[in-house]
Nanobody, 122 residues
Framework: QVQLVESGGGLVQAGGSLRVSCVAS????????MGWFRQAPGKEREFVGA????????LYGDSVRGRFAISRDNTKNTVALQMNSLKPEETDVYYC???????????????WGQGTKVTVSS
């Protein structure tokens, strides 16, 4: 009952920045915590970060802490992931997810977007 659509992926040079976004529809967006994950072919889906329903707290994976930042705008039903100092190994499909808890695993989220591809060139 929650639909999530990511956008903003594309090609960026190593060391560059990119911002991806997720727009939610359906049930009340502000009721959900939001997470970002990423996945490359042959690899497990990796937790990137999460933000609480009111945007007051964030949580980041060790590999991105200090470089990435999550924000949300509940008036627009959007959540964004700002990615800085990108590395080639971070070429992945990036997914947003919604859930009733803040979690670092896929199982903690109930709804998922289709993903947006980010390619980081070396």
């Amino acid at each position: 009952q929650v639909q999530l659509v990511e956008s903003g992926g594309g090609l960026v040079q190593a060391g560059g920045s990119l911002r991806v976004s997720c727009v939610a529809s359906g049930r009340t967006f502000s009721n959900y915590h939001m997470g970002w994950f990423r996945q490359a072919p042959g690899k497990e889906r990796e937790f990137v970060g999460a933000i609480t329903w009111n945007g007051r707290s964030t949580l980041y994976g060790d590999s991105v802490r200090g470089r990435f930042a999550i924000s949300r705008d509940n008036t627009k039903n959007t959540v964004a992931l700002q990615m800085n100092s990108l590395k080639p190994e971070e070429t992945d499909v990036y997914y947003c997810a919604a859930g009733s808890i803040v979690a670092t695993t896929e199982g903690g989220y109930n709804y998922w977007g289709q993903g947006t591809k980010v390619t980081v060139s070396s």
